[in-house]
Nanobody, 124 residues
Framework: QVQLVESGGGLVQAGGSLRLSCAAS????????MGWFRQAPGKEREFVAA????????YYAGSVKGRSTISRDNAKNTVVLQMNSLKPEDTAVYYC?????????????????WGQGTQVTVSS
């Protein structure tokens, strides 16, 4: 069992930055691939970024590539999503998720554990 708690969301102006953190508790965090997903009102949950259990490779959605960086610290049981040059279309609830296998990391349905989410709002 893995428990995930996101933090770091908030209200930011377009062009600004946010650093989302996900703290994990439970067994064997270092064996799980970790992903970030987001869901805007009225839309389906979509992939943002993911990292394998070892820290590499990393994967990004085209919409955030070049503006976001995912990283993990297995000693601290945390995964971070640094987002820069934020746009109003980045507004969504952001979820952290853990997956036991480092395959198909862009597919939400394959993840084993999810956090409760943190709201990110980008004003124009």
């Amino acid at each position: 069992q893995v428990q995930l708690v996101e933090s770091g969301g908030g209200l930011v102006q377009a062009g600004g930055s946010l650093r989302l953190s996900c703290a994990a508790s439970g067994r064997a965090f270092s064996t799980y691939a970790m992903g970030w997903f987001r869901q805007a009102p009225g839309k389906e949950r979509e992939f943002v970024a993911a990292v394998s259990w070892s820290g590499a490779p990393k994967y990004y959605a085209g919409s955030v590539k070049g503006r976001s960086t995912i990283s993990r610290d297995n000693a601290k049981n945390t995964v971070v999503l640094q987002m820069n040059s934020l746009k109003p279309e980045d507004t969504a609830v952001y979820y952290c998720a853990a997956k036991s296998l480092s395959v198909a990391l862009a597919t939400a349905s394959g993840y084993d554990y999810w956090g409760q989410g943190t709201q990110v709002t980008v004003s124009s």
